[in-house]
């Protein structure tokens, strides 16, 4: 059963950068269209960013555009997520999960989901 397993959070400063790792077990992988969505305490998880099987279309919530960036490799069955200019308000768990959507952005498209990493921003 294709897994997937995220890495690369961490404890940052306001205006810093990170980025996260998503490693899957099985070369299935390039055939899925792939997401990272993040859930801060209280909240709902929320779509973050999405990227088409090959990458050649990505989507991204308003929230981050400009500030994060989505790709993957297929070949190392990982995708990526670099943040930059991290903010308090992007202190959540965050998830990355696979879709056969055509457009992926809904949480209901996604189906196989990592287990999470922390990025905890202060201020």
């Known amino acids: 059963q294709l897994q997937l397993v995220e890495s690369g959070g961490g404890l940052v400063q306001t205006g810093d950068s990170l980025r996260l790792s998503c490693v899957a077990s099985e070369r299935t992988f390039s055939t899925y269209a792939v997401g990272w969505f993040r859930q801060a305490p209280g909240k709902e998880r929320e779509f973050v960013a999405a990227t088409s099987w090959s990458g050649g279309k990505s989507y991204y919530a308003d929230s981050v555009k400009g500030r994060f960036s989505i790709s993957r490799d297929n070949a190392k069955r990982t995708a990526y997520l670099q943040m930059e200019s991290l903010r308090p308000d992007d202190t959540a768990v965050y998830y990355c999960?696979?879709?056969?959507?055509?457009?992926?952005?809904?949480?209901?498209?996604?189906?196989?989901w990592g287990q999470g990493t922390q990025v905890t921003v202060s201020s």
């Open positions: 999960a696979l879709s056969n959507a055509a457009q992926p952005v809904d949480l209901a498209d996604f189906r196989t």
